[in-house]
């Protein structure tokens, strides 16, 4: 039983496009929402973060876009360039003392130049 | 020089041999944890520790172990492999101050075969 569902699993975008990816939970103790990129031959590295208490978060060209009634939160890649080609992991974690993180199942984007 | 690093990082093996994969990491962390991650499946724990007398398991234990033998080393053994274990292994660290700890910083990962 996946606790975090991702999707779509592999995206094509041109270059200059927007990516987008989805992620929902129905756990609502979960209380921060980060998303890891991961390149090739590497281990995932976080690329931005959210908690509940706001609706979007952005860094640069990546935003968080949260909505905590529906228990959803998505990465949106602005003008998403060939470099951007990874795969995107969200996950969340729970309150509590162990705090762990819950992954998805991960997206392969690929942008074509 | 990398933070965190695996050796093996690639190994191939026959079902009912005991393997074991190595972390290695100088960010002076406390938190250090093992993940596998197959496709379609994402990145799962297996077991974590939050120092060197504290090792928990996660959500897929069964057939793993593992050993914090030093802050800065954690180990993880597949005491009998079999081949549904055939996956990438990623070990990662995360600092024990609440105000860093959400970011986990991973290793470049073992990919593991086992025929």
């Known amino acids: 039983q996946q606790q975090v569902k991702q999707s779509p699993q592999s995206l094509i975008v041109q270059k200059g496009g927007i990516s987008i990816i989805n992620c929902a939970y129905e756990?609502?103790?979960?209380?921060?929402f980060p998303w890891y990129q991961q390149f090739p031959g590497k281990g995932p590295a976080l690329l931005i973060a959210?908690?509940?208490?706001?609706s979007e978060k952005k860094e640069g060209r990546f935003t968080i876009s949260f909505n905590k009634s529906a228990k959803q939160f998505s990465l949106h890649i602005m003008d998403s360039q060939p470099g951007d080609s990874a795969t995107y992991f969200c996950?969340?974690?729970?309150?509590?003392?162990?705090?762990?993180?819950?992954f998805g199942s991960g997206t392969q984007l690929t942008v074509l130049p | 020089d990398a933070d965190v690093t695996q050796t093996p990082r690639n190994r191939i093996t026959k079902t009912g041999k005991r393997i074991m994969l190595e972390c290695s990491q100088t960010?002076?962390?406390?938190?250090m944890y093992w993940y596998r991650q197959d496709p379609g499946l994402g990145l799962r724990l297996i077991y974590y520790?939050?120092?060197?007398?504290?090792?928990n398991k996660g959500e897929i234990s069964d057939g793993y172990s593992v050993s914090r033998q030093a802050q800065a080393k954690f180990s993880l053994s597949l005491e009998s492999a079999i081949p549904n274990q055939t996956a990438l292994y990623f070990c990662?660290?995360?600092?024990?101050?609440?105000?860093?700890?959400?970011?986990?910083?991973f290793g470049p990962g073992t990919r593991l075969t086992v025929l």
């Open positions: 520790s939050f120092d060197v007398k504290d090792i």
């Open positions: 959210i908690r509940p208490d706001v």
């Open positions: 960010k002076g962390h406390d938190r």
């Open positions: 996950a969340a974690r729970e309150t509590g003392s162990a705090r762990q993180l819950t």
């Open positions: 990662a660290t995360s600092d024990r101050d609440p105000k860093l700890y959400n970011e986990q910083f």
């Open positions: 756990n609502t103790a979960f209380d921060y």
